[in-house]
């Protein structure tokens, strides 16, 4: 097996990357027609669509389910498939079992402590504040983009920060960074992205090699130099890779489908002003019905695996699982689709499930929660420009972000001082 297909596929339908409502109506059509359902992905890669809330639980932690092609896979060929090579290729904790995940994650797991992420508070807070001066500035009667100008700079300045990258680099590293959930990019412009990202962390490696500090770049290549069997060169780069990408992105589409929810649900919004409900239950309440990440390519069976009517995934055969559709399914949620802050069950896996989990969770809800009470403490008359009919979802079946989200900021509230 030379690529990621599934063998004896037959007819299928195509996983589509219009995201957004269709995005939503897709996964629950997927989710009707059983527990497992075969899918087309980009560049003629079919797979198993895992939709169902239990049973997404159930493959997350089967023995028989792999994320590392190489080893599960005879024959794998990694660059089969140019979209799939940060998501596949790379030799990250992402893509590790057993003893190589548990060495990986131990290098990374410390930056994300809990007592560490609260010593980030404070920066998190000047970027929000700083953001938000410069919006003061603008015209409250005109339109403005939101995800620009507040929501995409804050969780990409604090990733940057963490791990060292330097101003001239960023650009272009969460340029990238931003395509590799474009699932909707040609043949020709996923091999451009894939080129893309891998000279960006080597530039990054070499600038931190050159430059060292007090950064996480900078202590994994410390860990390196002193035990290179601990890290490898690919490894290396491809955690940078994984860190500052996913770091940067979920965050984005987290705030942004926040703000969105909140300016569509008034109700709810001026109860978190008024301190009667946490914005800690917005926030949750958003992961659950807008997930980052809706599906994350790619699982592999190392076994038969029998789902029940009538499914049995192969030895060998591909799937991708739908993490972000566990917490819109009804069979785990009433009125999924209806956002409520106040129902008392929010459960989600947003951010994984399993030994897998996400080390940056806790990053993600801490900017989110910093970032949302700040924003409307400042601008209490924020309003949607146009309404949300209008506003343009990410073209992806992976990430679930919009394009841009276009507000009139209204006047600003008297700061203190």
Sequence with gaps: MTSPHCPGTGSVATLESAGGARMYEQVDRLRKAGPAVRVRLPEDVVAWSVTRGDVVKRLLTHPGVSRDPRKSVPGYRPGAVNWLFPWVDVESMFTSEGQDHTRLRKLIAPAFAP??????????EAIVGGLLDALEKRPADEPVDLRAEFVYPVPTRVICDLFG???????EMLRVAQAVADTGASVEEAAVMTRDLIAGARRLIGFKRRNPGDDMTSLLLTTRAEDADRLSEEELLSTLLLMIGAGSQTAIALIGNAVRELLLHRDRLDAALAGAEPWSGAVEETLRLHPPVMHMPLRWA????????????????????????HGRDPGVHGDPEVFDPRRADKEHLAFGHGVHYCLGAALGRLEAEVALPALFGRFPRLALAGGADGIEPQRSFI????????????????TAG
């Design 115 to 124: 007592r560490r992420i609260e010593a980030m508070r404070p920066l998190v």
């Design 399 to 414: 990430g679930n972000d919009v394009t841009a989200l276009p507000v009139v900021l209204g006047e600003a509230a008297r």
């Design 302 to 325: 190392t076994q038969d695996i029998d789902l029940g009517e009538g499914v049995v995934i192969r030895a060998g055969e591909t799937m991708i699982i739908a993490f972000g559709a």
């Design 165 to 171: 990258v330097p101003d001239g680099q960023r650009p």
